[in-house]
Structure formats: C-alpha cells, structure tokens
C-alpha cells in the first residue's frame, strides 16, 4: 500500500500487508508485517510502515526513526492482522433483512443501477442504459482488470422510494451512488449469490455524495462485494461522506492515460483536482485515487469520522471492538 505526497489522512490507517507513507498522518499507521519488499521499486526489505520522504527511512535491521513530521502519532508494526472473510455471510444477512423490512432489488437487466439519495428520506432510482465511451485513444493502457469509464451516458427513472425502516438498501448488480442525506442512517449493497468471482457487483461514486450533519446524525455505509470505483468522468473536485468496503477487490480510480504528442488519450478526464473521503476505507487489494505520473486525483484527504466507532451504518461489519480504518493487499502502482 502506498500514499504519495499530496495525501493527508485523519484516521488510523492499517494494512496486512506493507505501507509506504510519504504524506501526513495525523493518526497511527499499522502494519501486520515486519519488512517486506516494496513492489514499486528494487532493493533490500523495508520497514512494515516506511516513508521515503527525504530522508528515507534507513533499512532493517536498523530501529526506525520516530519521523513525527509524517507519523504524527506513530507507526506500528507488526500487529496482527485483519480477517475480511466474514464479511460474506454478513452480505448474505443483509440481503435477507433487505428482503423482509428493506430495499431489495435483483438484477436491472441492464448496466446496473443510479441512486440518488435525497435529504427528504426518499431516493430516486434509476436503471442505467448506457455508459459514455471513452475518448478516441483512451484504452486500458495498464491492463486493468474491469476497466471502464464506469460514467453514465443515458439512464431511465424507474421511481421515488422513501427509506426503509431498517435502513438497508440491497442490490444484485452494480450500483452508482449520489445525492445527499438528512438525518438519515443508510447501508447500501452491491452484491450477487451465490457468490462468483465472475459477477461480484461495484458500487461507483461519481458525483458527491454528501450528509447534512456531521454530528453523528447521518451516516451511509458503501459495501461493495467487488469494487469501490470513482469513474473516468468524476467530478473534478469529488467529496464523499460514507464508510467504504471493498470485500474482495479495491476502493479506487482506474488508470485514465494523459495526452501526448497530440493524442488525446483520456483527456481531459486524466486528471481531477481534489478527492475528499469522510468516513473510513476498507479496501482488500490495494487502494489508489492517483498514480505517480500525476493523473488521478492531486490532492487526496482521507477523514475518519469518529462517529462511526459508536454509530456505524445499520448492520454494517466491524472487524473488532474498536474500528480498523484500512485493510488492504498489494495491487497495481498507485497512490
């Protein structure tokens, strides 16, 4: 797992695997592991939780500096690690309470499902038809796996619902969440069983997705069976206020190539300007909003919200007593 200059994060961070860290943490950083050989360059082991940020951190077996001007509150490692596993019979309850005293729809038939949450208690649905096609030269340069524009072209409204009483709304197909909520407590869920690897469902963040009050009021809660994904044609400055899963693939931006020599590759949807995260992250393969050659978002801020330690969303999985912020494995360059 890496974090690049540029990213500032208010919660805990943990993962199972290796962090590297070079922006601020104003929380503990946490490591299940030692050393471990950071993929993203050669050389010898580093530290669990390390920084390059100058000067690098020196190489085990050396003690690792305090550096309080990236670990404000320290790094820890190794601790043990985080078990997402069951996580999965935990989908298949709230897909039985969605069914009963929910919200509950089976597949659209379609491209999946838009929703729009309103700060009257209703949510407006809608089935999607289209998604927009990449610009001419805009393709999967990294290979990907699910790559997409995951951007909607055309949709068609299917209705006005008002929340359910048990808060759980449940989807077998993926889904892209918007709007905003008043003094509402929500879990939305993108998942299908029996559960394949083929047809694990996404939930896209595109738009803001926003409370009204952060007092502990509202809360929504984004469990993805597979990915957490912020589409090619996201809003330039992005927030989203909700606690984010991704049981079994990432919470992240896919790879959109910058122009160059007069191809217009994926611009000019290659760079945003800001994403903000208010709520936590939980991402099983490695998470990234940006990537080292500057497409992406450039500034990143991950916020916890400290109400979701005693408030969390309506039959949302904790992993322990307390709340673990970040879990993760190592996956493709990104920061």
């Known amino acids: 797992m890496r974090f690049g200059g540029g ?16 922006g601020l943490a104003h929380n503990v950083v946490s490591s299940a592991v030692a050393d471990y050989d950071d993929p993203d360059h050669s050389g010898a082991n580093e530290f669990g939780v390390h920084t390059h940020t100058s000067p690098a951190d020196p190489l ?9 001007d990236i670990f404000e509150a320290g790094r820890q490692f190794p601790i ?40 009257d208690d209703t949510f407006n649905l809608y089935r999607i038809t289209n998604f927009v096609n990449p610009p001419s030269g805009c393709t999967n340069y990294l290979n990907q796996s699910g790559w997409s524009t995951w951007s909607i072209q055309n949709q068609q409204l299917i209705g006005n619902f008002t929340f359910p009483t048990n808060g759980i709304i449940f989807f077998e197909d993926n889904v892209f969440a ?4 008043n003094s509402a407590r929500l879990t939305l869920v993108a998942a299908s069983f029996p559960d394949n690897p083929p ?28 990915s957490v994904h912020i589409g090619m044609a996201s809003e330039n400055n992005l927030r989203i206020d909700a606690a984010l899963i991704a049981q079994n693939g990432r919470v992240g931006r896919y790879y959109y190539r910058s122009p160059s020599w007069g191809n217009q590759r994926c611009s000019p949807y290659h ?8 709520g936590m992250i939980a991402t099983n393969l490695r998470y990234g909003f940006a990537y080292t050659d ?30 673990v912020t970040l879990s993760w494995e190592e996956g493709t360059p990104a920061e």
């Open 199 to 226: 047809t694990r469902k996404n939930i896209i963040v595109n738009n803001d997705l926003l409370y009204t009050n952060y007092d502990g009021q509202d809360t929504v809660g984004l469990i993805a069976q597979e």
């Open 80 to 119: 043990p690690a985080v078990d997402f596993t069951g996580i999965t019979a935990d989908l298949a309850q709230m897909k039985s309470d969605a069914q009963t005293s929910g919200f509950y729809r089976p597949s659209s038939g379609a491209l999946g499902y838009h929703i729009v949450l309103r700060n």
């Open 178 to 181: 918007d709007g905003q909520i």
């Open 294 to 323: 500057g497409t992406g978002y450039r500034t990143r801020n991950l916020i916890y919200d400290a109400n979701l330690l005693y408030g969390p969303p309506p039959s949302f999985p904790l992993t322990s007593d307390q709340y």
């Open 271 to 278: 760079t945003r300007q800001t994403i903000t995260s208010y």
């Open 60 to 68: 085990p077996p050396n003690p690792p500096p305090a550096r309080t």
């Open 7 to 22: 990213t500032e994060v208010s919660g805990a961070i943990h993962s199972n695997r290796g962090i590297r860290f070079d």
